[in-house]
């Protein structure tokens, strides 16, 4: 069998859902034999915020920094992903995935989905700007879903 895909980055919220993001991204990369990463993306405080705010936010930025290292930790551990490739990036989600699967040689980025449809849709989410953007293969999983046994 050919590796079909040599280096797989496995894009994670840090909700409850990241671990079945993950579970179905390991099978693949156990196949292909696979380097696989994890990583997170956080939005800075001043995009959220509007950019307008008479305080420094760098003390803040760095504590959610911090406490999504530990929750990136609490997900990839278990499955024995190596502190080097577990990364918690500052910026917008799709641009930072992109950014990061191309710098890296990614050719398959997997990101978990909610299925949304109609207006949802329309007005994007993560996934959906990932998959727009991206110069591999995308697997969305499917998340979140109101009938699931999780």
Known sequence: ?????????VAVDLTKDSHKVLERALPIADRNH???SIMHTLEPLG?????DIPMDLTSIQD?????????????ADPHQVAKEDQ??????????IHRFAEEHDVDLIVVGSHGRHGFALLLGSTSTGVLHGAK???????VGDEDSKE
């Open 1 to 9: 069998m050919s590796n079909e895909y040599g280096h797989i980055l």
């Open 34 to 36: 696979a380097k696989l």
């Open 47 to 51: 995009f959220a915020y509007g950019g």
């Open 63 to 75: 504590q959610l920094d911090e406490h999504a290292k530990q929750r990136l930790a609490e997900i």
């Open 87 to 96: 990364h918690v990036v500052v910026g917008m989600p799709d641009t930072e």
């Open 136 to 142: 591999c293969d995308v697997l969305a999983v499917r």
